[in-house]
């Protein structure tokens, strides 16, 4: 079946330490996001990519960075940077706007910094 | 001011009640509209989308949208305890052919046995 698959749902991390995490979609879908979301918040944009080789930073990009190599793939890195990386990790993707446009998510990864 | 406001609540509803779920978007340029449910530890999950005026219907669940007000609501209709989640209302501002998408806080529903 096509979605999207993230890994890992749960990672423990040093501070101090980067940590990458992995989103990998099989929807054929050009745009693909990461979002990040805070206990009791909404969902919070920290990249977004149109396009293989191009993604422009959300509303929250301090601190992490992604690469877009393969249509397919989306992985975001948290780094050091991050003064606040515990969050629960969200990737999405979505097709043309002739479509009904809406989000399709991942099962999200869960960060816990110790 | 956010893009999208919603009420954080909690709601609470007996089951079998109408459940109402607000939101109000700053951007008088924002096309679409979509409701998700978000049960706790999980992804979202699109509810109802809308894009014109008016009200869509689909089983329990009633989108409704008034642009002029800049206002897009959920009724649950027979609501049951499966219903008790968050819900999210979602704006999409993009242009061309990229979607971009904001996020309210989200409304905590609890639906009452």
């Known amino acids: 079946d096509g979605g999207i698959t993230q890994s890992p749902k749960y990672l423990f991390r040093k501070e101090g330490q980067n940590v990458t995490l992995s989103c990998e979609q099989n929807l054929n879908h050009d745009a693909m996001y990461w979002y990040r979301q805070d206990p009791g918040q909404g969902l919070r944009l920290i990249y977004y990519?149109?396009?293989?080789?191009?993604?422009q930073k959300g509303d929250i990009a301090e601190g992490y960075s992604v690469s877009r190599e393969k249509k397919e793939s989306f992985p975001l890195t948290v780094t050091s940077a991050q003064k606040n990386p515990t969050a629960f990790y969200l990737c999405?993707?979505?097709?043309?706007?002739?479509?009904?446009?809406?989000?399709?998510f991942g099962e999200g990864s869960r960060l816990t910094v110790l | 001011q956010k893009e999208v406001e919603q009420n954080s609540g909690p709601l609470s509803v007996p089951e079998g009640a109408i459940a109402s779920l607000n939101c109000t978007y700053s951007d008088r340029g924002s096309q679409s509209f979509f409701w998700y449910r978000q049960y706790s530890g999980k992804s979202p999950e699109l509810i109802m989308f809308?894009?014109?005026?008016g009200d869509k219907e689909d089983g329990r669940f009633t989108a409704q949208l008034n642009k002029a007000s800049q206002y897009v609501s959920l009724l649950i209709r027979d609501s049951q305890p499966s219903d008790s989640a968050t819900y999210l209302c979602a704006v999409n501002r993009g242009s061309g052919n990229f979607n971009k998408f904001y996020f309210g806080s989200g409304t905590k529903l609890n639906v009452k046995p």
């Open positions: 809308i894009y014109s005026n």
């Open positions: 999405a993707s979505s097709g043309d706007r002739t479509n009904t446009g809406e989000l399709f």
């Open positions: 990519s149109q396009i293989v080789n191009d993604f």
